[in-house]
């Protein structure tokens, strides 16, 4: 007896060590992609759910080589159009792949993408069924749920007790406590079926009470099913579209420029499931993506309340009017509180696709309109944009690959204004090291479409045009050279900015990588925009350049399977003529314990900042729970220290568990008015558990 339950304590332990190992080297993988995109993006709201889910699928479903879609390697993000057509081409003039490590003879795959990739596909002679009953889903779908507590633990203004009646006469105080809760639960199998429920309560807003009968201030819900054969997506509740370039219609996150140059397209997604959290850039209703041979056609309609502010009409008696939508998606202050679901928005559209294996072709028209009249106020800046009731936007995309080029871009117009955006672009290998990426925009300062996200140096794609040109140089395998330089222009003024205005933002990026176990690289960047002077005469204000420079040198090194440093030196300068010159400082140091055979892995940081203001700040990326981003600003004078413990327990279990705290040696008080805490410390509190069967 004492003999089989040493065997059978063995073989637990032997299969809970394979399993740790398997999920630490999983998530090691994975956390490298999503620093490495979100390192380039610099915003502190940023939510790469939609990446961390493919990875994450895509690790445990590698895709077989022998048997995929266009569609399916572009999931990955790793990819170029040119890879993608040399991978095809050679399945075609040689048959199937006998190895993954075939992959090194195809001309346009280097090394480092080989790396990259091998984690997410497989070599296969089987054929993997493509489509899928719903009822086989059904029958094999997973379940995952995931349970979430964030505050912060310095007390804000705004948090102050006081009597009912100052509550409900001002906005300097909320109306809930200062915890963020969150939870998801999702019932889905591979990227076929997925019906979920995403809530979150915001710090400030109420849970509970009269306003919030459920008790999040946020409810998504999904149902999701892909496999079909004629009725290939279909989508209910909550979802997302994506068309094209983006100048059209893009809701859900789109990435601008970054390091990786040969990745300024963008692989648009055209109907998935919303399993974010912002409240704003998703659809509401029902739509069907249907197919049949290299066709496809979207269909989808919308229809869900957005915050605003109402206005009675002076003019028009019981006529009332939106004179500006909240996009923040907060209910705290009782202003606040009045602005959520002010009014209907409804959303209509098709998406017509012809896609073969080196050439994609789209058309698309979208209705957009409000149940009540949108006039939001005229300012010089903005006066071309959209002010009505509805309005149709119409677009057409391309893409194709021949030799060593690919192609692509997008034009789209807009019935209010009937005026233009377009896009076009060209990726050339010039040789199996040498890449140039050169992409062209135009889009006309009355253009407008309200859920666009095309390639851009402004916020939105409207009132811009410039040209960008990225190259990327494989010396030999230990050395990479990426550089960028994008010049533009705004034809019309901008917010903030009284005239036209120009400029331009150069990158260069060398990188040493000898081995997988280091990485040293180093980055230049300078970007140059018009603002405002901060000097005027009170009639006419002058614009200035502003022109800011970055220095990094990061390294990154695997002391052993599971110790890995990290250390970043930063630092910027700010230049306009109207005030002094700015400087800000960073340093920091990693260390990230992951045991090979241990359920528990550990990361740490300490960084010193040092900025003369929030102008001068410096972004970083810093490890978190699942699907919690952070990006965050560092700035003023001061350290920054996190630690965070995630143990992976009973097989089906995760706990995650973090501490952040900044100590500021020149402030006494952080924030003004409602965000102020009294005292030169705040610290975050993130406590998240997910269960999976």
């Known amino acids: 007896m004492n003999t089989l339950k040493i065997i059978l304590l063995g073989s637990f332990i032997f299969i809970a060590d394979h399993v740790f190992c398997q999920q630490q080297e999983k998530n090691d993988l994975i956390q490298q992609r999503i620093e490495f995109i979100s390192e380039q993006l610099e915003n502190e709201g940023l939510d790469l759910t939609d990446l961390l889910e493919r990875l994450f699928y895509y690790y445990d479903n590698p895709i077989n080589l022998n048997n995929t879609t266009v569609e399916q390697l572009n999931e990955l993000g790793i990819l170029t159009d040119l890879q993608i057509n040399d991978l095809f081409l050679h399945l075609k003039l040689f048959g199937k792949l006998i190895s993954k490590y075939e992959l090194q003879s195809l001309p346009y795959w280097d090394l480092t993408t080989i790396q990259m990739v091998l984690p997410f596909v497989r070599v296969d002679d089987r054929l993997d069924n493509l489509s899928v009953t719903f009822k086989e889903a059904l029958n094999q779908a997973k379940f995952e749920s995931f349970f979430r507590y964030q505050t912060i633990a310095e007390e804000k203004n705004a948090y102050e007790d006081v009597p009912d009646s100052v509550l409900l006469s001002s906005n300097s105080y909320y109306h809930g406590n200062p915890d963020r809760y969150y939870t998801r639960l999702r019932y889905s199998y591979r990227t076929n079926l997925s019906i979920g429920l995403t809530a979150e309560k915001d710090p400030g807003e109420q849970f509970g009470g009269s306003g919030q009968p459920y008790g999040f201030d946020f409810l998504s819900m999904h149902a999701f099913y892909n496999g ?302 018009a ?109 920054r220290v996190y630690a965070m413990a995630h143990w992976t327990f009973l097989r089906n279990f995760d706990l995650w568990a973090r501490y952040a705290i900044n100590i500021y040696s020149d402030r006494d008080n952080l924030g003004t008015g409602a965000e102020e805490i009294k005292g030169n410390t705040k610290s975050e509190i993130t406590l998240q558990l997910r269960f999976r069967l």
Do not use: C
């Open 228 to 529: 079909g054969k004629y009725m290939k997506t279909i989508a209910l509740g909550d979802y997302q579209v994506q068309i094209g370039q983006g100048l059209n219609l893009w809701s859900g996150y789109a990435f601008g420029k970054t390091a990786d140059v040969t990745n300024v397209k963008k692989n648009a997604n055209p109907l998935k499931p919303y399993t974010s959290v912002d409240e704003n850039r998703f659809l509401r209703g029902a739509a069907v993506d249907f197919g049949y041979r290299n066709f496809s056609l979207l269909t989808f309609a919308s229809r869900k309340k957005v915050d605003a502010t109402i206005i009675a009409d002076s003019l028009v008696e019981e006529q009332e009017f939106v004179s500006s939508i909240n996009l923040s998606g907060l209910h705290r202050t009782n202003s606040e509180i009045s602005k959520k679901d002010a009014f209907v928005e409804t959303m209509a559209g098709a998406n017509l696709r012809y896609q073969k294996r080196n050439i994609s072709l789209g058309m698309a028209s979208v209705y957009q309109g409000y149940d009540k009249f949108y006039n939001k106020a005229i300012q010089p800046y903005n006066q071309f944009d959209f002010r009505g009731k509805s309005f149709i936007s119409s677009s057409a995309n391309y893409s194709f690959v021949t030799r060593n080029f690919s192609f692509f871009g997008e034009a789209s117009y807009a019935s209010f204004s009937k005026k233009f955006a377009q896009l076009h672009g060209v990726l050339i290998a010039l040789d199996p090291k040498v890449s140039l990426s050169i992409l062209y925009r135009n889009y006309d300062k009355a253009y407008q479409t309200l859920y666009n996200n095309g390639f851009a140096e402004g916020s939105n794609t409207q009132n811009e045009k410039g040209l960008y040109i990225g190259g990327k140089i494989r010396l030999n395998n230990a050395w990479t050279i990426n550089a960028y330089a994008d010049y533009f222009a705004f034809p019309w003024m901008r917010y903030l900015v009284d005239s036209p205005s120009d400029g331009h933002e150069y990158l260069i990026q060398p990188t040493y990588r000898p081995n997988k176990r280091m990485e040293l690289y180093f980055r230049y960047r300078e970007q140059v925009k």
């Open 531 to 639: 603002k405002n002077s901060r000097i005027s005469d009170g009639s006419v204000t002058a614009i200035e350049p502003i022109r800011q420079r970055n220095y990094r040198i990061h390294f990154s090194y695997n002391v052993t399977e599971g110790i890995i440093l990290k250390s970043r030196m930063e630092i910027t300068t700010l230049n306009r003529v109207s005030s002094a010159n700015e400087v800000g400082f960073l340093l920091y140091q990693d260390l990230l314990i992951r045991p090979k055979n241990w359920p528990i892995d550990l990361s740490f940081r300490y960084a010193f900042m040092e900025t003369d203001s929030y102008d001068s700040r410096l972004y970083a990326f810093e490890s978190n729970a699942l699907y919690v981003f952070s990006v965050p600003a560092y700035y003023y004078k001061g350290t």
